[in-house]
Structure formats: structure tokens, C-alpha cells
């Protein structure tokens, strides 16, 4: 299993532009999430789905949209990217949308945006 | 204000020192989590617990929900447990009520 894979591991765009980071794991989890952190601040949501087809927004969720047409896959798209979604942004899947169940997280992306 | 608070923000220690981290939330929860994020950035869930004390290595996480403190030990501390140790408290419902801590930064020195 490769659990939770993240591309790409670095990124850099200028203001304006738009860009997707994809996600995807082989666990057949049915909760994916996406988050970003910054530095000084927690983990912050940006979007969650419960399951294929069905998404939802998080705590900061302006700027970002997401789908989710497979199980596997749920990528993060920026619309038009702005310095302050300079951030790293990770990935994250549960089996279930618990509280229980053990959260997996990608390795990261490092976006900057210029 | 915060919804979770970790202290210290950061830790120096000894290698073999015995570690304690604390994370004190303001709303109920029913579970809270604690990860290690890794020097290189990568991130693993460490525990998953609703009550009383769950051990795994040298690692013991403690809660006690009605008093909304947690705390993570570490017994005789090795250079390589030095992470960003994080407290996520789950609200309940969907996932979109785990928050987190801002993290506490250990360095175990050899």
C-alpha cells in the first residue's frame, strides 16, 4: 500500500494562476480531507468529503474547489492563485468520517505563490 | 481565542529525559488525537483516545475529558523522537470538527 501519495511535493505560480494538487490513496477510505498549514497556526480544513460524489466546505474554504468522482481520488483545485495561499497543504483520509479511526496523512505540498 | 492550547511551544530536553506535553481544549469533545509531523514535514497519527491512558513504546497519552486536558509522555527521550507534537481534539460528527493545536516543538539533544 502507498497509503496517501501528494503531487506535486513543491510548487511555485505566479498570482493569477491556477493550479490542481492531486491526492489519492489505496486504503478504499471513505473520508478524505484537505488542510493547510501555516506557520504559528494549527492544521486549518479547507475541504472534506464523506465519500464519492459528496464534498463540503471547511474552515477556509475560499479560493479552493474540490470534486471527488472516485473513491481514491480527491484533488484540490486553485481557481487564481494569491500570495496568501502561499502554504503547505496536506492531504488526509480516515476509513470513516469517525472520530475513532486513524487519520493518514500525504506527505505535503509546499506552494508558493508569487 | 483558541479552541486548543499545547504548552510548551517548544522543548529542549536531554537525551533520556522524561517528556510531558499538555494540550487543554474550551469545547467538549469525544476523542482526541495526538500526531508527531516529522522534521522532514511528514505526519502520523501517534493515538486516538476518549478516556483514561493508552501506552504504545515509550510513548503514554493521557485525557480526562471533563477537566478538557490531555497530556503525551515520553519515557527516556532519544534524539529521534525530536517532531512538532500535535493535539487534535474531535468535537463529534463529521470530520469537519477535528481541530487542532499549533503544535509543540520538541529537540532531544544526545
Known amino acids: 500500500n502507498a497509503g496517501v501519495t501528494q503531487t506535486p511535493k513543491f510548487q511555485v505560480l505566479k498570482t493569477g494562476q491556477s493550479m490542481t494538487l492531486q491526492c489519492a490513496q489505496d486504503m478504499n477510505h471513505e473520508y478524505m480531507s484537505w488542510y493547510r498549514q501555516d506557520p504559528g497556526m494549527g492544521l486549518r480544513l479547507i475541504h472534506y468529503s464523506v465519500g464519492a460524489g459528496i464534498t463540503d466546505q471547511g474552515e477556509v474554504p475560499n479560493g479552493y474547489n474540490v470534486s471527488r468522482s472516485t473513491t481514491e481520488d480527491f484533488p484540490l483545485r486553485l481557481l487564481s492563485a494569491a500570495p496568501s495561499q502561499t502554504s503547505v497543504y496536506f492531504c488526509?483520509?480516515?476509513?470513516?468520517?469517525?472520530?475513532?479511526?486513524?487519520?493518514?496523512f500525504g506527505p505535503g505540498t509546499r506552494l508558493t505563490v508569487l | 481565542k483558541n479552541e486548543v492550547e499545547q504548552s510548551p511551544q517548544n522543548l529542549t530536553a536531554q537525551e533520556g529525559e522524561f517528556i510531558t506535553i499538555n494540550c487543554s481544549y474550551s469545547v467538549g469533545i469525544s476523542a482526541l488525537h495526538w500526531l508527531q509531523q516529522h522534521p522532514g514535514g511528514g505526519i502520523v497519527s501517534l493515538f486516538m483516545?476518549?478516556?483514561g491512558k493508552k501506552k504504545h513504546g515509550r510513548l503514554i497519552a493521557t485525557i480526562n475529558i471533563q477537566e478538557k486536558h490531555s497530556s503525551l509522555h515520553i519515557t527516556a527521550s532519544h534524539p529521534r523522537d525530536s517532531a512538532v507534537y500535535i493535539c487534535a481534539p474531535w468535537r463529534g460528527g463529521s470530520q469537519g470538527n477535528l481541530i487542532f493545536g499549533k503544535g509543540t516543538k520538541l529537540s532531544v539533544k544526545p
Open positions: 483516545l476518549s478516556s
Open positions: 488526509a483520509s480516515s476509513a470513516t468520517s469517525g472520530s475513532a479511526d486513524t487519520q493518514y
